[in-house]
């Protein structure tokens, strides 16, 4: 190796190395914020789950091992088996619900003659605009009350029996399911909309030229154009919709307004199991077990994304 | 090129020290501890914090005193715990959160500011509610219960059921087509632990050991259930609370929260005794709640001379006077009974009537999960139809796993 | 021939306007519903008889609401809370996006597939740390500390989501650009920013929703209804059930969304991507 070439190479790996400092300066405020407000408090429920911190050693808590794991373990029972199997068919239904009626209205929404479009995006996004939990109560109260629901006075008027709809398992579900569908598309329609938007229009053309019909071009170009521009907000859905609490919550479990629905997501099922007690160590030992159990789905469905 | 880059990075650490700035602020925005100022916090109706404030202003004019209204008060309480620079100096709550607390270590005792002369002209119910493992922990300042009211446009007075049997016969007689013979929230553990007490049981020992699969507890929900059924399907607050303001239900079991409403909505109404249970000859025996300040440790021990003036202030009878007039509280306080606007009170003295049959909420930490648990057994049995025994069986040993949970 | 073409055409595209006139229509019923109850005079959510147009039309709900509650206090502290956080989340997010996305650096691939998984833990969980972080820098009470929380919890998305846009900006135009001798700042500014600029807007639209929605970090780490954020002061409407009175409560949900759909409305002009109007090719 001559002398030039090792000076040459040593200029680049210094550039590498300076690209790398930069790159790290550039992202440190978002990567420290990052560290604060999201690994900090995973860090510390672990620090947590493996003490005996609970109602009656506040101040005077003290590491304890792996005890609560051992009790939170316990809790592995059919309950929990039968909440993290509903949290996955919920997740699943949710999701591929929200792509497909998503892709479809946002490409509708497209359609260059709709000269509506924006009055029609704007109404649709109403949903969003409303607090979550404010939506929830209006759904509750409002359309799925047994008495005075609006579907009951409706249901009533078709000459049909008032249907208590929040009341059995399966019913359940599916109010859930539409309630949290109904908060859940405006952002699925808004991305999936701006990332039709950004698709060259020429691709189309040559593709018409060729004779590729609708189907052909979603297939080959609107879908691959389109996946790495989604993919971050869907995979963020994606965990949202699994961590779910509130909608189910809200709806179903509520203290005081229990519906006699056992539908539970795992977040709801572990609030009534284990939060409710008080008991931090214990608490946190559940959350860490729930959190691996993401990760251990996760890994298993490889969350692939262009390098 | 080079200077341009100096200038981004420039940028870049401006953007860092923005969080560092607000930091900073944050501190300097911070009140010193001073210790002619109290803050107290409360999740009460305005009129209550409005009531309060102007007696406190009255009688102790020269401490601060600052009334802030927390929604989540005692998830917050769990938080900040004793911290000075978080947590309030006192603060208003129901009485059944003493045990978490005391267990906690955060609360001091009322009886190193209040001397037990005062305590005695309180009302016994009140005090026993707020003793702990022999500590008193809250000075009580009103209580609640819940009360049997009925609208006398559709029940008449001597129509008023005196057995559970005549309300049940009632009941037949007046619920269908959308009207209802009587309604409250049956699913709910706060509700239905009157059904519990009248059949001589309870959800819970005194000794932290939950009793749902007790006799009276299964005889108490399996002779519940038919007045159930002539209820509607819904166990929350607003569905009941419309139906009788709306004039659909004629009666109900239901907190004194709900009477301004119901006379804002132009109901006559009726408060009567609570009916008694044919089989046992125990009224029906509703929870009661005793609403008072408890005094946080560091409190305590650094502004020890104006938590007892406040407290002194908060014992002094007018303040019941007050709140009773300002929201119908019934006071803790016998003193304030003296009073001739209290003694005229039809709500007040109903409520005073029925403390002497109310149980006070256990105030132990197990109680904590217990709403759930109950919350549970009752939407199986009332709403999803489950066999009361094996429903019974399965929430007492729910309890007892999360009871053990909380060690 | 093409008449009939056109005719089809025409027809088709009345069907669709149909479409979504039905769609928002049951989108909308909830929030119609809501509405119709807030201009309703008699004092119930829960009518038994309901219409979409109410009886009595009544503009007192609305006054009580913005007269009667601190709600314009809460709409302040809001928008303080809102702006500064999304400028942060942008300020900070941008830079960040842009290097993942251009960058080729060690660690780079191994922290985005690390930031995604982290930010599955569900924030309901992380309260309690997140107290315990906020005690030692005095932030509980203050605005400052929620913006702290804010910013923090949506970075994973911006971050994310900016990145992901990024990476379909073809990296010719910036070459092409450097060659001219334009610093990495200009690039960014003059190039990358205008055509990232839907992807820009989404996420400070989500930023700024989270914000506004937001109700359980507002409620724990603030005291006194002064400090209180909208979603904050309208839950505790709500939690007070004694007093609570459900025309007032619609109204203010009804008042509450009005400022972020006016501002999504705003934003729809600029949510196109420069990219349909230039003539680039990827």
Same mark, same amino acid.
């Given at each position: ?307 | 090129? !080079? ?5 981004? $990075?420039?940028?870049?650490? =401006? /953007?860092? %020290? +923005? *969080?560092? @700035? ?21 999740? !009460? ?5 409005? $009531?309060?404030?102007?007696? =406190? /202003?009255? %009688? +102790? *004019?020269? @401490? ?344 | ?282």
């Amino acid at each position: 190796m001559g002398l030039k070439r090792q000076k040459k190479w040593k200029q680049k790996k210094k550039g590498k190395g300076k690209t790398t400092f930069y790159a790290y300066l550039y992202s440190a405020p978002s990567l420290i914020l990052i560290g604060l407000v999201v690994v900090f408090p995973i860090l510390y429920t672990g620090y947590i789950s493996l003490t005996n911190m609970n109602v009656y050693h506040w101040f005077d808590f003290e590491i304890i091992g792996l005890g609560n794991y051992e009790r939170a373990l316990l809790l592995v029972d059919s309950g929990f088996l039968s909440a993290l199997l509903a949290t996955i068919l919920w997740t699943v239904v949710n999701m591929v619900i929200q792509l497909v009626v998503a892709f479809v209205l946002a490409s509708l929404l497209n359609i260059q003659s709709l000269k509506l479009r924006k009055f029609y995006k704007t109404l649709l996004m109403f949903p969003w605009a409303m607090p979550g939990y404010v939506s929830i109560l209006l759904w509750k109260t409002g359309m799925f009350n047994s008495q005075f629901g609006l579907l009951n006075q409706w249901m009533e008027k078709l000459g049909l029996q008032a249907v208590r709809w929040l009341s059995s398992d399966v019913s359940a579900f599916i109010c859930c399911t539409v309630v949290n569908l109904w908060l859940a598309l405006p952002f699925m329609i808004m991305i999936m909309d701006g990332a039709l938007q950004s698709i060259d229009k020429s691709y189309y053309e040559s593709a018409i030229l060729d004779g590729a019909g609708w189907f052909k071009r979603t297939i080959y170009i609107t879908l691959p154009t389109i996946r790495p521009i989604i993919a971050p907000a869907v995979i963020i859905t994606v965990f949202t919709t699994f961590k779910q609490f509130d909608v189910v919550y809200l709806l179903t479990q509520q203290a005081g307004a229990k519906t006699g629905s056992h539908f539970h997501t795992l977040l709801t099922y572990a609030y009534e199991n284990a939060f409710i007690t008080n008991n931090y160590g214990y608490s946190s030992a559940i959350s860490i077990i729930i959190f691996a159990l993401l990760l251990l789905f996760s890994w298993k469905f490889r969350l692939k994304e262009e390098p | 090129m !080079k200077r341009l880059r100096k200038w981004t $990075a420039w940028i870049l650490v =401006l /953007a860092m %020290l +923005v *969080p560092l @700035v607000l930091t900073t602020a944050g501190c300097s925005g911070e009140t010193q501890a001073d210790d002619n100022r109290i803050v107290i916090w409360h999740d !009460k109706e305005d009129a209550v914090a409005e $009531a309060l404030e102007a007696e =406190l /202003a009255r %009688l +102790v *004019p020269d @401490v601060e005193i600052v009334l802030e209204k927390k929604t989540s008060l005692t998830d917050s309480l769990k938080l900040s715990g004793n911290d000075p620079s978080a947590a309030p100096d006192l603060f208003i709550f129901a009485h059944d959160k003493i045990g978490v607390f005391a267990e906690m270590g955060i609360l001091a005792p009322v009886t190193d500011f209040v001397s037990e002369e005062t305590l005695s002209s309180y009302l016994d119910m009140t005090i026993d509610a707020v003793t702990y493992k022999d500590t008193i922990y809250q000075l009580p300042i009103y209580f609640e219960t819940l009360l049997f009211m009925y609208n006398r446009r559709y029940m008449q007075d001597d129509e008023v059921p005196a057995t559970t049997e005549e309300l049940y016969a009632y009941m037949q007689e007046n619920t269908g087509r959308g009207r209802y013979g009587f309604v409250e929230q049956h699913s709910t553990a706060y509700y239905s632990a009157a059904w519990i007490h009248g059949f001589g049981g309870s959800l819970i020992s005194a000794d932290g050991q939950p009793l749902l699969d007790s006799e009276e507890v299964r005889r108490a929900l399996q002779y519940h259930l038919k007045f159930v059924e002539l209820m509607p399907g819904e166990t929350e607050y607003s569905t009941v609370n419309t139906l009788f303001i709306e004039g659909q239900a004629d009666a109900t079991i239901g907190g004194p929260w709900m009477v301004p409403s119901a006379r804002e909505a132009g109901i006559d109404l009726g408060i009567a005794p609570m009916p008694t249970v044919d089989e046992t000859g125990l009224k029906l025996s509703p929870y009661s709640g005793v609403q008072g300040v408890y005094v946080l440790n560091h409190a305590a021990q650094s502004k020890d001379e104006t938590v007892r003036q406040v407290l002194e202030a908060l014992s002094n009878p007018s303040v019941g006077v007050a709140l009773a007039q300002a929201s119908g509280c019934a006071p803790a306080n016998t003193a304030c009974y003296d009073d001739p606007a209290i003694a005229e009170d039809e709500m007040v003295q109903a409520m005073r009537e029925t403390a002497e049959i109310a149980t006070p909420m256990p105030n132990i930490p197990e109680m904590d999960v217990m709403w759930t648990v109950t919350g549970n057994l009752l939407s199986d049995v009332n709403l999803s139809g489950e066999d009361v025994d094996t429903a019974a069986a399965q929430a007492q040993e729910e309890a007892l796993d999360l009871i053990a949970a909380m060690q | 021939m093409r008449n009939r073409k056109k005719m089809r055409k025409r027809i088709g595209l009345v069907f669709l306007n149909l479409f979504f006139i039905a769609l928002c229509f049951v989108t909308l019923i909830p929030i119609l519903y809501a509405l119709s109850v807030s201009f309703n005079a008699q004092n119930s959510l829960l009518s038994s008889d309901f219409s979409f147009l109410p009886e009595q039309f009544t503009l007192d709900n609305y006054r009580e609401v913005l007269f009667g509650e601190d709600i314009l206090v809460w709409f302040g502290n809001t928008a303080i809370l809102a702006v500064s956080t999304v400028a942060i989340s942008l300020a900070v997010a941008i830079p960040a996006a842009y290097c993942f996305s251009r960058r080729r650096f060690p660690g780079r691939m191994a922290v985005i597939r690390a930031l995604v998984l982290l930010n599955s833990f569900p924030a309901v969980l992380s309260m309690f740390a997140v107290y315990r972080l906020l005690r030692p820098l005095g932030l509980i009470n203050s605005r400052a500390g929620l913006i702290l929380v804010y910013t923090g919890t949506m970075a994973v998305f911006s971050l994310w989501n900016m990145k992901g846009y990024f990476d379909t900006i073809p990296v010719e135009l910036e070459e092409a650009a450097r060659i001219d001798g334009a610093s990495t700042f200009r690039l960014v500014r003059l190039i990358v920013l205008p055509l990232a600029k839907p992807s820009i807007i989404v996420t400070a639209l989500m930023v700024l929703i989270y914000v506004w929605n937001e109700y359980i970090y507002a409620t724990t780490f603030m005291t006194g209804e002064d400090k209180y954020t909208l979603a904050a002061g309208l839950y505790s409407l709500q939690a007070t059930e004694m007093s609570g009175s459900w025309p007032v409560f619609a109204a203010a949900s009804i008042t509450v969304s009005l400022p972020v759909l006016s501002i999504f409305f705003l934003c729809q002009r600029h949510m196109v991507s420069g990219l349909t109007a230039g003539g680039v090719k990827g």
